[in-house]
């Protein structure tokens, strides 16, 4: 049986978190009433004349040094040319002869293994408007025509589905650390292209491309690409040919479907936008938009200071979560992990909630991290105080503890009672052969009169002297 080499390439289309739109002052608001976040350059009414989004560019500046691309230090946006109903003027604003940014690469990691996916360029550009087809009419929603788009082009590099979701992955992920889009592919904020052909292995020539438009899942993408290639590999083990096409992907059915079948390239009939003159970025503005950690540099740090691969990969998958968690002020990193999980976590849980949604102030976290490192309350108590935390409004959380009776007792005069309580003269024989089991029966005693509100610690060490001083 022949092999055939899988050859993948990605576009994606990210949404960017702007306050307003690409070219116009309009808002850039997702699930506003239809409609109502547009004015007269949305809309394309005669005489209005674009103005570039400095954010925008900025946004582009930040992803380009992400990805190590070079930076083009001269701004220039082109028209490309195309009539549907979704964009108003009969062109859209894009960057196709000089991208923001282009020869990067992004890092991934699959199997525990890192590999370079190259990537060809990142452009500026607009959305369309959103389309609702209904079953004899079509609505538009022009909300989100002119919204700031960057697209990020793969190189054709990437060789299974595998690779794909985890390509698509760290380009989330890095949208979400530098701030610059929310990456919801449910929303719409991050949408991906699958470009497939095959070809026999060492093949110069690549096969017939067909393309996926708009996915909008990780399970998609990967449930696409695998029905793609099996489908592709059946029609060249049978000598059928595969028609250059443009698909979707159908989740009822778990197939692609096609939408047309091109029969030659398009051309848009690019040219430079006339009404944009071409914009200088000086060096002092490259070199003052500066990163927020990357994805691969949270991912170490959270190595060194975490030290738990389960802990780590719910961090790095969880941007919100990382942030509340790295919010926390404590210096033992790793201890923190293990009680903010252990205790934190399993309470939201347990509620069918976020930890975000618990709604427990970081410095009351913080407090009750103090009173159990100072011993004023066990780790017993600990667990039950972070159980009242949700939704308690009050600077400091001394209240709780005194009305829950949460505070540890270390009084020693009042352990040396319960020692005595405890203990009977038959004991001594047996801690001189065997004091381990003597010491924990005593202090099992001990424990329960205090109602498990003891200090361990000392409690443990005055048991300990009291024996020592009877045995002698």
Not at 305 to 325: G, R
């Amino acid at each position: 049986m022949i092999n055939f080499e899988v050859i993948i390439g990605i576009e994606i289309h990210l949404e960017l978190n702007t306050k307003t739109k690409m070219f116009s002052p309009a808002a850039n608001i997702f699930g506003a009433e239809a409609n109502t976040t547009i004015n007269q350059i949305d809309l394309a009414y005669p005489g209005t004349l674009p103005l570039v989004n400095k954010e925008a560019v900025i946004s582009g500046i930040k992803l380009a040094k992400a990805l190590k691309m070079e930076i083009d230090q001269e701004l220039h946006f082109d028209r490309k040319n195309y009539f549907y109903p979704d964009l108003p003027k009969g062109y859209q604003i894009t960057q196709f002869y000089r991208p923001i940014g282009k020869d990067g690469f992004l890092p991934i990691k699959l199997n525990n293994q890192i590999k370079e996916i190259a990537i060809e360029r990142i452009h500026l550009e607009e959305d369309t408007a959103r389309q609702h087809h209904n079953s004899d009419y079509t609505e538009l929603d022009y909300n989100r025509a002119g919204v700031p788009l960057i697209e990020i082009v793969s190189r054709p590099v990437i060789h299974s589905a595998d690779e794909a979701v985890a390509y698509i992955d760290m380009i989330r992920r890095i949208a979400l650390s530098l701030g610059i889009s929310d990456a919801k592919m449910e929303n719409g904020s991050l949408r991906a292209d699958i470009n497939i052909s095959l070809r026999p292995y060492g093949y110069p020539k690549f096969g017939t491309k067909v393309e996926i438009k708009n996915m909008n899942t990780f399970s998609n993408v990967k449930s696409a690409i695998e029905y793609e290639i099996a489908l592709q590999t059946q029609k060249i083990l049978n000598n059928e040919e595969i028609l250059q096409q443009t698909k979707r992907f159908d989740e009822a059915s778990q197939s692609n479907i096609v939408m047309r079948t091109k029969t030659g390239e398009v051309d848009y009939n690019y040219f430079p936008e006339p009404n944009i003159p071409f914009i200088k970025l000086s060096d002092s503005f490259i070199n003052n938009v500066k990163l927020n950690e990357l994805p691969w540099e949270i991912e170490e740090r959270y190595r060194q200071e975490v030290k738990n691969e389960i802990y780590v990969n719910s961090l790095i998958n969880d941007l919100t979560l990382a942030k509340y968690f790295d919010s926390i002020k404590y210096p033992d990193r790793e201890k923190l992990a293990k009680l903010f999980f252990a205790e934190i976590v399993q309470l939201a849980n347990s509620e069918n909630k976020h930890v975000i949604d618990l709604n427990i102030q970081i410095n009351h976290i913080e407090q009750a991290l103090k009173l159990l490192d100072d011993e004023i309350i066990s780790g017993k108590s600990f667990k039950k105080l972070i159980t009242l935390l949700p939704n308690f409004d009050v600077e400091n959380i001394e209240k709780l503890i005194e009305e829950h009776n949460l505070k540890q007792i270390s009084d020693k005069q009042i352990i040396t009672e319960w020692i005595l309580n405890s203990y009977k003269d038959e004991m001594i024989n047996d801690y001189v052969q065997r004091p381990e089991r003597v010491i924990k029966q005593i202090l099992g005693q001990v424990m329960k009169l205090s109602g498990g509100q003891v200090n361990p610690k000392i409690a443990n060490d005055l048991v300990i002297e009291f024996l020592e001083n009877h045995k002698k």
